[in-house]
T-cell receptor
Framework: KNEVEQSPQNLTAQEGEFITINCSYS?????LHWLQQHPGGGIVSLFMLSSGKKKHGRLIATINIQEKHSSLHITASHPRDSAVYICAAPQGGSNYKLTFGKGTLLTVNP | DAGITQSPRHKVTETGTPVTLRCHQT?????MYWYRQDPGHGLRLIHYSYGVKDTDKGEVSDGYSVSRSKTEDFLLTLESATSSQTSVYFC????????????FGDGTRLSIL
């Protein structure tokens, strides 16, 4: 089974700061997922990436397959970015059964 | 979005009663999943389906059963609910096409007293 670890567990930032959330996994994978969950809300998939970098607006996700590590960056953070960010990796041998990290709670203060 | 509807959105019931949660999708995705989300555990896979009448167990399947009689519907049943099954349940679908990620429903908050 793939073990997925996220850091930090909690992160508080001031509006405008650059944010980095880290994710490491134990078993080699084909693609890694990043998701966002607002308090009391549903879950939205942000990225699915297998190599290099992906960007969507102020969000950037990177992955290093050799080091089994991925990062999610938020540039010019805003209070509306406050949410739980979750990474997920396929379980060993299966691309569609995911193991999820416990999430990083991000709070961006105005 | 994938047009996923979960019903009910909230339910309170008593220990020992049967409960069925429904996930309905309009995007004709082949793969469907049921997860539970609990504090300190993150999302955990209960059961998944890779086609009509094709289902398999996830990591926390004990006490749960599923059925998928048509592409658009995936049912999760708690045959005899226990307090440990109090949780938020999410359904997700996956087209498995290219780099398309899983799409999630809005969740069902289930409380078992």
């Amino acid at each position: 089974k793939n073990e997925v670890e996220q850091s930090p567990q909690n992160l508080t930032a001031q509006e405008g700061e650059f944010i980095t959330i880290n994710c490491s996994y134990s078993v080699g994978i084909s693609a890694l997922h990043w998701l966002q969950q607002h308090p009391g809300g549903g879950i939205v998939s942000l990225f699915m990436l297998s190599s290099g970098k992906k960007k969507h607006g102020r969000l950037i996700a990177t992955i290093n397959i050799q080091e089994k590590h991925s990062s999610l960056h938020i540039t010019a953070s805003h209070p509306r970015d406050s949410a739980v960010y979750i990474c997920a990796a396929p379980q060993g041998g299966s691309n569609y059964k995911l193991t999820f990290g416990k999430g990083t709670l991000l709070t961006v203060n105005p | 979005d994938a047009g996923i509807t979960q019903s009910p959105r909230h339910k309170v019931t008593e220990t020992g009663t049967p409960v069925t949660l429904r996930c309905h999708q309009t995007e004709n995705h082949r793969y469907m999943y049921w997860y539970r989300q609990d504090p300190g555990h993150g999302l955990r896979l209960i059961h998944y389906s890779y086609g009509v009448k094709d289902t398999d167990k996830g990591e926390v399947s004990d006490g749960y059963s599923v059925s998928r009689s048509k592409t658009e519907d995936f049912l999760l049943t708690l045959e005899s609910a226990t307090s440990s099954q109090t949780s938020v349940y999410f359904c997700a679908t996956d087209s498995r096409k290219g780099d398309q990620p899983q799409h999630f429903g809005d969740g069902t908050r289930l409380s078992i007293l």
